[in-house]
Nanobody
């Protein structure tokens, strides 16, 4: 079992920045693909960004390209989501997820473990 704990959420004005962190409980984290998803009230959970176990391959949703950056520090069992130029439509609960096959990707079905989420609120 892998526990994922997100942190770094909060309230910010439009145009501001936040950095989310997700810590994993197992050393095997370094072999997992990692992803960030978000869910706004009344909407489905949607893909934001993912990164492979090596960090070589990453993907961003079109809605966040040029604004959000995913990265990882395997020595610290942590994945990050740097969010810049935030917009009110970025308001959501953000979840990190782990893919034991190491690839990550944009489908929820690819992920085996999920964190509890952290709230991000962007005001206009």
């Amino acid at each position: 079992q892998v526990q994922l704990v997100e942190s770094g959420g909060g309230s910010v004005q439009a145009g501001g920045s936040l950095r989310l962190s997700c810590g994993a409980s197992r050393r095997a984290y370094s072999l997992y693909g990692m992803g960030w998803f978000r869910q706004a009230p009344g909407k489905d959970r949607e893909f934001v960004a993912s990164i492979s176990w090596s960090g070589v391959t990453s993907y961003n949703a079109d809605s966040v390209k040029g604004r959000f950056t995913i990265s990882r520090e395997n020595a610290e069992n942590t994945v990050y989501l740097e969010m810049n130029s935030l917009k009110p439509e970025d308001t959501a609960v953000y979840y990190c997820a782990a893919d034991v096959h190491g690839l990550g990707g944009d489908s929820r079905a690819q992920y085996d473990y999920w964190g509890q989420g952290t709230q991000v609120t962007v005001s206009s």
